[in-house]
Nanobody, 126 residues
Framework: QVMLVESGGGMVQTGGSLRLSCAAS????????MAWFRQAPGKEREFVAG????????IYSDSVKGRFTISGDNAKNTVNLEMNSLKPEDTAVYYC???????????????????WGRGTQVTVSS
């Protein structure tokens, strides 16, 4: 059974940094897209960043490009999200997700993902 567990959330001031991790178990993930989404109160879940380790594919939303970096550790089955220059609008619950089947790309649509973690809260104060 595929399980995803996020960690690393917390509270920081504007301009600060956080590093989120998603520990994956149940299979090896090199062939599968893995992504970070976030959901703020009263808003829809939105794509943040995604990676497919084999081929080195990484993509980002425009709102985080240049500030966030997604990376994968194949040996540890972990996906990390390094978040720098954080803004109050980055405040949300951050979720890790992966798909049931291998893909060539990394989907940006949450409904295309099959497995989700429980999320970790990130709060950026002004």
């Amino acid at each position: 059974q595929v399980m995803l567990v996020e960690s690393g959330g917390g509270m920081v001031q504007t301009g600060g940094s956080l590093r989120l991790s998603c520990a994956a178990s149940g299979r090896t993930f090199s062939e599968y897209a893995m992504a970070w989404f976030r959901q703020a109160p009263g808003k829809e879940r939105e794509f943040v960043a995604g990676i497919r380790w084999r081929g080195g594919v990484t993509i980002y939303s425009d709102s985080v490009k240049g500030r966030f970096t997604i990376s994968g550790d194949n040996a540890k089955n972990t996906v990390n999200l390094e978040m720098n220059s954080l803004k109050p609008e980055d405040t949300a619950v951050y979720y890790c997700a992966t798909k049931e089947r291998p893909t060539f790309g990394v989907p940006r649509t949450s409904s295309l993902y099959d497995y989700w973690g429980r999320g970790t809260q990130v709060t950026v104060s002004s």
